[in-house]
């Protein structure tokens, strides 16, 4: 096969001149990386396949080539590579020149298409066919809910089933979360309690709203005892964050659209959202709008008011709660939150005001846990591999409850922890905020022994 | 050497007769005599012996000329006495640039003229050559604390068998230039050509010095001691244990078994805070601290200890610190010691008649990570003690170094590791 | 090369390392073209071996087949030193990253190459120790690449380089021997020092496969001042100030006022962006030392220029303050689309002298040089700005590099002080180095190495002292000397 020289700017200035960049690609974000490779042993997929094609310099440098057409964007092995990304953006926290690998990754991923049938059809159905339907989303979340209700994970668990059945692993080893089918609904409007702060909407979500309602209810609780009104749009959005990620530009667009109307009819002073990976994605509406000129200014402005409930809470003030939880708890840092949103500090000093509550650090807390949007469902290999070190620095941390922010995580390390078979809750920085601030409900055994 | 070459005519200067037995080594005398004025001249005057061909024995103060194996051959000596040179010496940059042939003591005066110090303390200085201490590897006993030859060495200058003299490294203190040569040279014993020109970089001279002197009824606490103060931040720039000869050699006059001596440098307030530590370590370990006077001249004395005179044995012992308990073990009753714990070395001198047996034991119990090897020894017995051991892993790549810079193997012929 | 001869080669050496650790596809290979500088050149076979014995075969096979070989970890040379300019293999760390033994009796560690700097003195952190020699890339350099290099770092100038710090090597020879010399003990060996040698070789001699490293306590406190001048001038005769006191801090660093806003906008350091340049000075030692020594070198900044002198309160401000100064050259990303870094040093006395003329070249070629170093050991760092698509800047860009480095090795310097000559600098070693400075040096690699296949076409001139089977390559950027060595007269 014949080889294309080497990426080698000089030869070919000479020999083309000023190169212009593929459609879709702003080649100012591609050359921000100067490929000093101080992103390596950041990298969740370098560390577990050792292939320079999939650590995110070699990735910026296939899309510089792609880019300049030395490479194909339709390439098998390009889309391979890309499609092996995280996208955590550890390497954004990592990269000295400011790189902004995920919006690149995005541009990228928007113009190859997944590479395996695997993703192809888990797109199809999930990102495309279920998350804009908030019919389809409302059946799915009842039918799952159904089946933690009649014992279904046990039934996996006893018969070894899950391990043959598509999503069994998710199935058998459940989070804490919502097991009734029928639970009421978020309120439309929580009060604040003792003064007033302030007005604020809350991002219910869509598989955050079908799996973890408890957790947005203890959410609103936790706003409202820190003196907001907190109100819910009336239909429920999906702010288009897991198309988005996975380069699936046109629904994410439309469902950015969406969400901005949703909220700006309500009102408020901010948007709260309590999964990161939703937060990470309304925060950078400007750049998912940036082919639409007239909503781009607007989404940008949008995109100021939205806020990660702890970043909200701690940044206004947060009232200590007065219910004491006697426990050791390890904080996991969502990547769309600690690498996305640059957010590390205030979740760990929501949970230190919390009564009786001894922080832990475990080692990489700020590592992807496997998760990442829909890559355990596309890639569980090498998202297996990434979880099995999680499993083992919680363990080493000797927490008793793990805390994190975005319902991806919390499913993920709970399924691994379980499997593994370790007890160890994982819960949202806001249930057990919710909890200390008075919430009864959903409370695993260890939580109720800490606050008893 | 064959019949050919003896019957040309040697180079060099005629030299009489006391002049050959002062210049003798492990008893063989030389023929001739060079005293080269400059590198330049140096890589000339080896040109000449290599096409001899004249084997060649490097000359500088003469004070480790007992180190290494019985010389295959020697016809010349080829002293640095005519290069004793300050080249340069900017004080404001910490770095300097001498001949080989200037002696310690007058490198380390017009140093001190300026508040500065080479922090390299080989035996001996006020004879001691900078080129023999590069080539001998000759360090003292600052080393745990400021390292060796090695560390202090920024550039060289060597004048080779093929008549040209090379550099490498250079003036600056951080320069990765080309190879590191000068560690090829540093403790090569001349083997690989002469050692012309040194370049070193310079240290301010301490503002506070104190020493700590501690005594024990046995050895290994007293290592214990010193091995533990070598860990902390506050390390010893020196930590020696001797036993009671050594003592009395070091002019002291106690009747102690063990003495575990600390030198303290630094700042003053570092100084006031590692003697604290120190005086803890040694009561800690079961030592007892008297406040003994001092002789002023213990620390030169100690350290010239390792440099003996002719009729006794001297032996080193190194190895990783943990194999020091078995290396104490092993120390014949009729042996004299002196230790460095922090670097894992043990001195001994020993009487010639049992040498070769302490040899062996001390060899024994080195192990595979550790070596033997003896510093100094007289003619009439090194012939029969295997000086430095078995070759080293890499010998091979050693010998074929020899070869390719001293294809016809004059310099210092067959008195380095292996018959080099 | 013969494709043949390659095809059985990958053959074998996917029977040493597996099918998944040894492949040839173009596609992939091209990702092996690069490290941190602007060189590149394409690979054809890459290797991640996962085992030192695996590393010994793979060598031999490649020696035997007369390939070249070029190692690569984490591929951060600034000097093109893992640019596989001869094709062949490249052979990468990425699976070898173990720490494989603490020693704190010995204060030793055993690593192998392709640990990070940073993650050892991680390790070591616990049980009170660090290893001392901490380039700016640390968080992802290897300590295997900087035995390649003999790396340095801004805590050196009281400490010493990579090689103070190393005391044996396993190394994997052309012939196919893993040699293991020196070890754990002190390093005056028996025999000649091969381990000092082999730091800072390049991987030229051989590829190294296990590392003992010395290991420090680490210093009670650490005091960080920062002090700021008008212009550089008066901030280096500050530092010389400073060396002549006999105090010698751990560190001394400076920054220009370009760098420092590059800095200020990657990583808000707390760097006064109207200042001319910004020394950042280190001293370790007992708290109360450390107190006393900052004000010492507080007040000899102030006595010397200094219009302010801020010293950092607690940890998270020292951090700061270095957070800025580690991560300054990816911070010129934030001012320029490309940059090319020198690595000059002079003597420290020469240091104002020299950042005059590097400033006159600035202002006579119209691009912009900011200086961020090690002022201490005279370490210097100019980053020439450029952009890479506009024709023309790449070759200027070389040229004022060439005339800075004559300029450094002119005032008695060395025009590398840690990244190495590398591919970038070959023809620059011959300002500090004559042709039989060199000629002895080749002589030795040659004993390692007689057929010069071990990262070829590095470290040496590639005009004739060092020719080697794979000259005429095409697809790099090959550099005549005669064309860059001209210096002022092909600035017209």
């Known amino acids: ?452 | 050497m064959g019949i050919e070459a003896r019957v040309k005519p040697l180079p060099g200067h005629q030299i009489s007769v006391e002049q050959q037995r002062l210049m003798s080594v492990d008893g063989l005398l030389p023929s001739k005599v060079m005293r080269p004025e400059d590198a330049g001249d140096a890589a000339a005057g080896l040109r000449l012996c290599d096409l001899g061909p004249a084997a060649v024995i490097v000359w500088g103060g003469g004070t480790q000329m007992r180190l290494g194996s019985v010389p295959r051959r020697y016809e010349i000596a080829f002293s640095t006495e005519g290069m004793t040179r300050m080249l340069e010496y900017q004080p404001a940059d910490l770095t300097c640039r001498v001949e080989a042939g200037m002696r310690l003591t007058d490198l380390q005066a017009t140093l001190a003229a300026q508040g500065q110090r080479l922090p390299l303390d080989p035996p001996r200085p006020e004879r001691a050559t900078v080129g023999g201490m590069v080539a001998a590897n000759a360090n003292g006993l600052g080393r745990a604390r400021y390292g060796t030859v090695r560390d202090w060495v920024i550039g060289i200058a060597v004048a080779y068998p093929s008549g040209k003299v090379a550099r490498a490294g250079g003036k600056v203190v951080k320069n990765v230039a080309g190879y590191d040569l000068m560690k090829l040279h540093i403790g090569a014993l001349g083997t690989l050509g002469v050692v012309a020109e040194v370049n070193f970089k310079v240290q301010a001279r301490p503002e506070a010095q104190a020493t700590v002197l501690g005594h024990f009824d046995a050895a290994l606490p007293a290592i214990g001691a010193a091995t533990s103060l070598a860990r902390q931040y506050l390390a010893p720039s020196a930590a020696i244990v001797i036993d009671r000869h050594v003592l009395w050699a070091c002019g002291l006059t106690a009747d102690w078994r063990w003495a575990l001596a600390l030198k303290l440098e630094g700042y003053g307030r570092e100084v006031d805070a590692a003697r604290d530590l120190a005086v803890r370590a040694v009561r800690d370990a079961g030592g007892r601290v008297e406040g003994q006077d001092i002789p002023a001249a213990f620390w030169d004395a100690a350290r010239d200890w390792s440099a003996p005179p002719d009729e006794v044995v001297l032996l080193r012992a190194i190895t990783p610190v943990g194999k020091l308990p078995a290396v104490v073990a092993a120390i014949p009753a009729d042996a004299q010691t002196l230790s460095q714990p922090a670097s894992g070395i043990v001195d001994l001198r020993l009487p010639a008649a049992t040498a070769a047996t302490g040899l062996k034991g001390l060899r024994a119990a080195a192990g595979e990570e550790g070596q033997v090897v003896v510093l100094s020894a007289p003619a009439s017995v090194k012939p029969g003690l295997d000086v430095w051991g078995p070759p080293p892993p890499g010998f091979p790549i050693m010998r074929a170094l020899k070869q390719a810079l001293d294809p016809n193997g004059i310099v210092n012929p067959g008195r380095f590791v292996g018959g080099i | 090369m013969e494709p043949v001869k390659l095809e059985s080669l990958l053959r074998q050496l996917r029977e040493v390392v597996g099918e998944r650790y040894a492949f040839a596809d173009p596609y992939e290979v091209r990702l092996y073209q690069y490290d941190a500088s602007p060189e590149t050149a394409l690979p054809d076979i890459v290797v991640i071996p996962g085992t030192a014995e695996e590393v010994a075969r793979v060598v031999k096979l490649c020696a035997d087949a007369g390939i070249p070989i070029t190692a690569r970890s984490a591929a951060s040379s600034l000097a093109g030193g893992t640019v596989p300019v001869e094709r062949g293999v490249v052979i990468t760390f990425a699976r070898m990253d173990q720490i494989l033994e603490i020693d704190s009796d010995n204060l030793r560690a055993v690593v192998q190459p392709g640990v990070v700097n940073l993650a050892l003195s991680q390790a070591l952190k616990p049980l009170g120790y660090y290893y001392v020699p901490d380039p700016s890339s640390q968080g992802a350099c290897t300590i295997g690449g900087n035995v390649g290099t003999n790396a340095g770092g801004p805590h050196t100038l009281l400490y010493g380089v990579t090689v103070n710090h190393v005391t044996g090597l396993e190394v994997a020879l052309p012939s196919g021997e893993l040699v293991q010399v020196g070890g754990k003990k002190a390093a005056e060996a028996t025999g000649y020092d091969l381990a000092g040698l082999l730091v800072g070789s390049e991987g030229t001699m051989g590829i190294v496969t296990r590392i003992w490293v010395k290991i420090q306590p680490l210093p009670p406190t650490q005091k960080t001042l920062m002090a700021v001048y008008p212009d550089v001038e008066t901030a280096s005769n500050a530092v010389s100030a400073i060396v002549r006191t006999g105090i010698l801090p751990a560190a001394i660093e400076m920054m220009d006022k370009l760098s420092i806003q590059a800095i200020e906008a990657a990583s808000h350091a707390g760097y006064p962006l109207d200042a001319g340049a910004v020394l950042l000075l280190e001293v370790d030692g007992i708290p109360e030392l450390a107190e006393e020594l900052g004000q010492r070198m507080a007040k000899v900044c102030r006595e010397n220029g200094a219009t302010e002198v801020r010293v950092a309160r607690n940890e998270a401000e020292r951090q700061a303050l270095w957070k800025g100064r580690k991560g300054a050259f990816s911070a010129m990303g934030r001012l320029s689309s490309d940059f090319y870094v020198m690595d000059g040093v002079v003597p420290r006395t020469k240091l104002p002298d020299t950042l005059a003329r590097i400033d006159a070249i600035s202002a006579r070629t119209g691009y912009r040089i900011c200086n961020v170093f090690h002022a201490g050991d005279g370490n210097l760092h100019p980053l020439v700005l450029f952009d890479a698509f506009k024709p023309g800047q790449y070759e200027a860009v070389l040229r004022i590099g060439d005339e800075i480095l004559k300029l450094c090795a002119d005032a008695g310097g060395s025009v590398t002080g840690e990244h190495g000559i590398g591919l970038e600098k070959r023809e620059n070693i011959r300002y500090v180095f004559s042709d039989d400075d060199l000629e002895v040096m080749d002589r030795i690699r040659r004993v390692f190495d007689p057929h010069r296949l071990m990262n070829p076409g590095k470290v040496f001139p590639s005009d004739g002292l060092a020719p080697s089977a794979h000259e005429t390559l095409p697809g790099y950027p090959r550099r005549q000397a005669a064309a860059i060595g001209a210096g002022d007269d092909l600035w017209v």
């Open chain 1, 1 to 452: 096969m014949l080889q294309p020289e080497a990426l080698d700017f000089k030869r070919q200035l000479e020999r083309d001149g000023v190169p212009a960049p593929a459609a879709g690609i702003d080649m100012d974000l591609v050359r921000d990386c100067i490929h000093c490779g101080l992103c390596l042993p950041k990298c969740p997929t370098f560390r577990a396949l050792h292939h320079e094609g999939d650590s995110p310099r070699g990735r910026m440098w296939q899309i510089k080539e792609a880019s300049l057409g030395l490479v194909g964007f339709d390439d098998p092995r390009f889309q391979a590579h890309i499609y092996q990304c995280f996208n955590c953006r550890a390497c954004e926290t990592a990269c000295p020149s400011g790189v902004q690998f995920g919006a690149v990754m995005e541009m990228a991923r928007a113009l190859t298409p997944p590479q395996n049938r695997r993703d192809r059809t888990i797109r199809a159905l999930l990102l495309n066919g279920l998350l804009p339907h908030p019919r389809r989303l409302r059946i799915a979340g009842w039918l799952y809910r159904l089946t933690r209700s009649a014992r279904l994970p046990a039934l996996l668990r006893r018969t070894q089933a899950w391990k043959i059945l598509p999503l069994g692993k998710f199935a058998a080893f459940p989070p804490v979360g919502d097991t009734a089918p029928r639970r009421p609904a978020l309120a439309p409007l929580t009060n604040g309690l003792d003064a007033r702060r302030g007005r604020v909407g809350l991002l219910t979500g869509c598989i955050q709203d079908e799996m973890f309602r408890g957790t947005n209810r203890r959410t609103a609780l936790a706003l409202a005892a820190n003196g907001y009104d907190v109100v819910v749009p009336a239909e429920p959005v999906c702010c288009g964050a897991l198309p988005s990620h996975a380069g699936e530009s046109k629904t994410a667009a439309r469902l950015a659209a969406r969400t901005m109307n949703a909220f700006t009819a309500l009102g408020i002073d901010a948007v709260i959202v309590n999964a990161a990976g939703c937060g990470s994605n309304m925060k950078e509406y400007e750049l998912q709008l940036r082919d639409d000129p007239q909503r781009r200014e607007a989404g940008a402005a949008f995109s100021r008011t939205v806020k990660d409930a702890s970043e909200f809470l701690i940044d206004g003030g947060m009232r200590a709660p007065a219910r004491r939880i006697r426990l050791r708890v390890a904080y996991q840092d969502p990547c769309h939150l600690v690498h996305g949103q640059k957010i590390h500090r205030q979740p760990r000093q929501a949970l230190k005001l919390i009564p009786g509550i001894e922080l832990v650090e475990m080692t990489e807390s700020d590592w992807c846990c496997g998760s990442a949007g829909v890559y355990n469902l596309t890639h569980p290999e090498i998202a297996e591999q990434a979880l099995s070190w999680k499993v083992q620095h919680i363990v080493d941390s000797g927490a008793q409850v793990i805390a994190s922010a975005n319902p991806g995580c919390i499913l993920q390390i709970s399924m691994g922890l379980q499997r593994a078979g370790h007890d160890l809750p994982v819960v949202h920085v806001m249930d057990l905020l919710g909890w200390a601030y008075g919430d009864q409900t959903q409370r695993p055994p260890v939580v109720l022994k800490a606050m008893a």
